[in-house]
């Protein structure tokens, strides 16, 4: 650029420093919305390792572990347990009342010594709740969910569970 009187490398210069402005702008509203997608995902993975934490190692609330301890169906639920989360998947699933975009999450996990589908069942709705607790916990939205935490908020999304997938 050769510099003269009539003010034209200012001009350029304008143009060039708003065009990375708003280049910037946009790189940043796109960085921020998969940012907060993959830290609820992160927080997902975090509560299902939880879920199976306490579950592995029978760890129960006084009221399940009375019912369980009482019904002979259930007893095998009070032995410890080697659970694995084998993949989190995510599903778009449009908007919701809130205007949220809509995901649901499903868990696949394998565990041996899971035989019936009463155990799998009570132990997919543990992983789920640590799930969708995780997640709410995370992003502080606590008091606008109920008390399963379904559904588990951010500030864009509303996140739900499908039953948990053994395999």
Request: charged share 25%.
């Amino acid at each position: 650029m050769k510099i003269d009187k009539k003010g034209q490398m200012t001009v350029e210069l304008i143009l060039l420093v708003s065009f990375a402005i708003i280049s910037a702008m946009i790189l940043a509203n796109a960085v921020m919305d998969s940012n907060e997608l993959n830290m609820a995902m992160a927080s997902a993975r975090n509560g299902a390792y939880e879920g199976i934490s306490s579950n592995g190692l029978a760890i129960y609330p006084k009221e399940s572990f009375d019912n369980y301890s009482t019904d002979p169906k259930k007893q095998s639920m009070m032995r410890q347990k080697c659970i694995k989360i084998v993949k989190i998947t995510e599903t778009d699933k449009g908007k919701d009342n809130f205007n949220r975009t809509r995901i649901q999450l499903k868990i696949y996990a394998s565990c041996p010594n899971l035989k019936t589908k009463e155990e799998k069942e009570s132990t997919g709705d543990r992983i789920n709740y640590n799930v969708r607790k995780s997640i709410t916990n995370s992003f502080k939205t606590e008091n606008i969910t109920n008390k399963l935490f379904n559904p588990a908020f951010s500030n864009k999304y509303s996140f739900t569970t499908a039953n948990v997938v053994w395999v």
